[in-house]
C-alpha cells in the first residue's frame, strides 16, 4: 500500500465527472490513503454526500458555516490535516477562484488555508478550457506550483470532442503515488539547463537578437528542482525570477554562454540546451554608434559562426552528461530534428513548431515531439518518437523531464548491456 498514511483531502466540485469521485475513493483507500470529502454546494447535484460518506467513512462537509462540521473538525483544521489536496474534478470556476485568491466557500477557503500542495484534474467543455481565460489561470496556477492533472481529450457529455475530459481515477491514484514517490527522485543528479535567447553587439547601442522569452527554459529547471535534482540555470538576457532552489549563471553572449555551459557540462548527469543562441556575431563590434549615411541606403556588417554550444557539449570525451537538445523549426520540423539528432550527437532532442503562434516564442503553452535514436544491434540505430501535447509550458516541463529521466535510464542500461 503505497500510499499508506497519507491523508488525501478531496474536492468536489459541480461538474458530471464528480460521479467518479466514489470510485476514486476507492482506489485510493486501496493504496492505504485516508479520505476526506469536502463538496461545493452544486457538487451535491451530481453524486450525493451519503455516498461519498460511506465509501470514504467519514462525514462530508460542504458547508463553511455548518456547527457540527465545526465541531468535529475546524475548517483551518482540516486545511492542516491534509497531506495533498486534490480537487477532482475541478471546473472552470474553481480554478478562476484558486486563481484569483477568492475564499467564498468551505472548499476555496480550505485551499487559501492549507500549507500543503495542492493538484487539480480539469475537468470541462473543450470550449471552456481551450478559452484563453481559462489557460491564463491555468498558467497562474503552474507557476504557484498547484499540481494540473490532465485533463484527457475525447467525446464529453456535451457532445462535443476535445480535450476537457477528467482524468481517470486510477490515473489520479497513480499521480499522487507518484508525487508522493518521486518529490525526491532526482536527489543526487546535477542537471545543466540554458535557458533564453543571447544577444550580439553590433555597436553600443545595437545588437543582433530573437525572441525568446526563456519561459520553457524556466519551466524546466524549476520542475526538476522540484524533483530533488541540483539545477544550474545558465540565463540569457530574460526578466523572468530564478526559480526556488535553482542557481543562476547570467549570460550575454554566445561565447559568454558556451564558456560557462563547457564548465558546467562537465560537472553534470544531464544537460538540456533549451536557449535560442545566436547562430552569428559580428566580426568587428564598432565602438563607436553606427551613424546612417544619407548617401548610402545599405550598410554591409560581416558577421562570423558562434559555437556550436550542445554540438560541443555533446562531443566531450571527458565526463560528458546525457545531452538534450531543442530544435526551434518553422517547417520540415521532423526532417530537421532528426538530423541535428544525428549531427550533433545527441541523446534526445525535443522540436516545437515555431510557425504555430499558440506555441512560438513568448507564448505561456508549448509542444514538443521528441526524437531519439536506441540501438538494435551492435551497429544498427532505430529512431523513435513521442509527442507531448499542448499545454501550459509549466506543466509540459515537467512532462518532459521525467521523459528525459526515462531515456537517461535507458540510456544507461544499454551501456551496460
Given amino acids: 500500500m503505497n500510499l499508506a498514511g497519507k491523508r488525501i483531502l478531496l474536492g468536489i466540485t459541480g461538474g458530471i465527472a464528480a460521479y467518479k469521485c466514489p470510485d476514486l475513493i476507492r482506489q485510493l483507500k486501496k493504496k492505504g490513503a485516508d479520505v476526506r470529502v469536502v463538496m461545493t454546494e452544486s457538487a451535491t447535484h451530481f453524486v450525493t454526500p451519503m455516498t461519498l460518506q460511506a465509501v470514504s467513512a467519514h462525514h462530508v462537509v460542504n458547508d463553511l458555516f455548518d456547527p457540527t462540521a465545526e465541531l468535529s473538525m475546524s475548517h483551518i483544521e482540516l486545511a492542516k490535516w491534509a497531506d495533498l489536496v486534490l480537487i477532482a474534478p475541478a471546473t472552470a470556476n474553481i480554478i478562476a477562484k484558486l486563481a484569483c485568491g477568492l475564499a467564498d466557500d468551505l472548499l476555496s477557503t480550505l485551499c487559501l488555508a492549507t500549507p500543503e500542495p495542492i493538484a487539480i484534474a480539469p475537468a470541462m467543455n473543450q470550449q471552456m478550457y481551450k478559452a484563453k481565460v481559462t489557460q491564463q489561470n491555468l498558467a497562474r496556477l503552474a507557476e504557484r506550483n498547484v499540481l494540473i492533472w490532465g485533463p484527457d481529450k475525447g467525446f464529453q457529455a456535451c457532445g462535443d470532442i476535445g480535450p476537457g475530459r477528467m482524468v481517470e481515477p486510477a490515473t489520479l491514484a497513480v499521480n499522487i503515488e507518484d508525487y508522493f514517490t518521486t518529490s525526491n527522485a532526482l536527489a543526487g543528479m546535477t542537471i545543466t539547463v540554458t535557458a533564453g535567447p543571447t544577444i550580439e553587439e553590433l555597436d553600443p547601442v545595437r545588437y543582433i537578437s530573437n525572441y525568446s522569452s526563456g519561459k520553457m527554459g524556466f519551466a524546466i529547471a524549476n520542475a526538476a528542482a522540484e524533483m530533488g535534482a541540483k ?4 540565463a540569457g538576457p530574460v526578466h523572468l525570477d530564478t526559480p526556488a532552489n535553482v542557481e543562476r549563471i547570467n549570460v550575454k553572449t554566445a561565447q559568454e554562454m558556451y564558456n560557462a555551459a563547457i564548465q558546467q557540462a562537465q560537472q553534470s548527469t544531464i544537460f538540456i540546451a533549451c536557449a535560442a543562441v545566436a547562430d552569428y556575431r559580428a566580426a568587428t563590434i564598432a565602438k563607436q554608434k553606427i551613424k546612417k549615411q ?57 522540436a516545437n513548431d515555431i510557425s504555430n503562434q499558440q506555441i512560438g516564442f513568448n507564448a505561456d503553452q508549448n509542444a514538443l515531439t521528441l526524437y531519439w535514436q536506441h540501438s538494435i544491434t551492435a551497429n544498427e540505430k532505430k529512431s523513435e518518437q513521442e509527442t507531448l501535447p499542448l499545454c501550459n509550458k509549466q506543466i509540459l516541463a515537467k512532462q518532459l523531464i521525467k521523459k528525459i529521466i526515462q531515456r537517461y535510464k535507458a540510456s544507461q542500461n544499454e551501456k551496460k548491456n
Fill in 231 to 234: 539545477v544550474v540555470l545558465i
Fill in 294 to 350: 544619407d548617401n548610402n541606403n545599405e550598410i554591409v556588417i560581416t558577421l562570423v559562426k558562434n559555437p556550436d554550444i550542445v554540438a560541443s557539449v555533446a562531443s566531450l570525451k571527458k565526463d560528458r552528461p546525457f545531452v538534450v537538445g531543442f530544435a526551434a523549426e518553422s517547417h520540415n520540423i521532423e526532417a530537421y530534428a532528426l538530423k541535428k539528432l544525428i549531427t550533433k550527437n545527441l541523446d534526445l532532442i525535443c
